[in-house]
């Protein structure tokens, strides 16, 4: 027989609970993962912190720069490195001052005269009497170069001038007075000769100024011996002659002392006519393949022509002669064909002539019908005459004053190295061409003149035979 066991009380009421213990309450934590997290936190804390701190410094120093900027514009005096002078550079050191001048060409063909003025006059308003005109020495003793554009014919009166008003008058006999300049060149002559030994080499060549042309690039010399230009000179006749030796001399009278100025070569005197007709080639010698091309289409276009209007004849002899001799019609009905196609022929070239006011020749026929196709191609290959005759015009400019040039300085100017010898023809053929075109309208214009003066003279007459009767 089965028992039923009774439980306590105090036990039944105990509630029993069913829910599962947490794993993380009962499992111990890991101390290793726990390390690892706390160290990517720190660093990762540092990273930023440091991030901060170089983006600070770099906000830092752009306002530091911002405010130096504003404080420089504001106080131009409290600018660094304001006590030197703005012409030295990292690359320039100011141990070395310019003591030589430079006469340097441009591309407007103005000459740019640098001078190593060793006397700088600036306004001072704390000076500004009647005894210094407003002027005062400059404190800084470097030589501060002065830069002055000439023009080649303008007179060495004009430099002179210029070079006055950047100096301060001097005192001569307690009177201030302007500074006379003096312009002097090396003397080429050759005087080594003595004057007991005398032959006809040395007679030949007394009066005669050797000559280089070399300018700053010739030989030094140990003997100089110097000659004063007058005034009135012009710059460039002035360097002409002073490119026989490496410099020319300004002195100025009161400071005792002179600049030196080397003189241009002639490579330097035309550095950019020539630089600019190398420039001009290169587009001529395109030009002028395609002109050559549509000159020879026009050509043989023109031949063709001719050749077609010869053949025409050749066929129309053929007819007449069958007609004459092979048919019933005869002579009597071709003679008065033939007649009247030849006077009309005739009279139909004549007027044809007349109209295009030219001689009666093949040639000036051939040269009709030649500019005619000429003129057509050019439009239709995109060819602009009005630029290739500018470009022509142009070049062949530049060419003279190379050439003037090189017979003043007595250099043999090689121009195939700088234009090319295909340009060099084409611009020589050109230049030809507008010669014999220019000849061509001054026969015109003199045979224009002269039938007006015949047709005054025949009224002049006329209207005297009128009065006498």
Known sequence: MNTITVLPRTLARVRISLQLPRIGETLPRSRCFSTTCRAFQQSQNKYDVEARKLSQKSLDEHEQEVKVRQHQVQRPWHRQDADKPPVDDDGNTSDEPLTKGKLLTTPTRLLKLILPLPIAVEKDKSNNSNTDYGRSISSNDTIQPLALLVHPQQPLSYVERLIQAELPPVLEDGKEKIPNVYFRAEDTEDHSSKSGKKSGDDGGR??????SGLGHKGPERSDKK????????????????????????????????????????????????????????????????????????????????????????SGWWGVVYYITFHTEYGWDLVEPVTYLAGLSTIMGGYLWFLYINKDLSYRAAMNVTVSKRQHALYEARGLNMERWDQLVQEANALRREVRAIAVEYDVDWDEAKDVGEDVKEVLDEEKSKSGEKSAEKEKEMDEDLTRKDNRKRDDDKDSKKDGKD
């Open 206 to 211: 007394k009066n005669v100024a050797s000559y």
């Open 226 to 313: 110097w000659v004063r230009w007058s005034s009135s000179t012009e710059m460039g006749d002035f360097i002409r002659d002073a490119a026989r030796g490496r410099e020319f001399a300004i002195e100025v009278e009161g400071y005792d002392f002179e600049m030196r100025v080397g003189v241009p070569s002639f490579g330097d005197r035309t550095y950019y006519m020539r630089a600019r007709l190398r420039k001009m080639s290169s587009e001529i010698d395109a030009l002028a393949k395609l002109k050559k091309e549509c000159d020879l289409l026009a050509h043989r276009g023109a031949h063709r022509i001719a050749k077609a209007g010869f053949a025409a004849l």
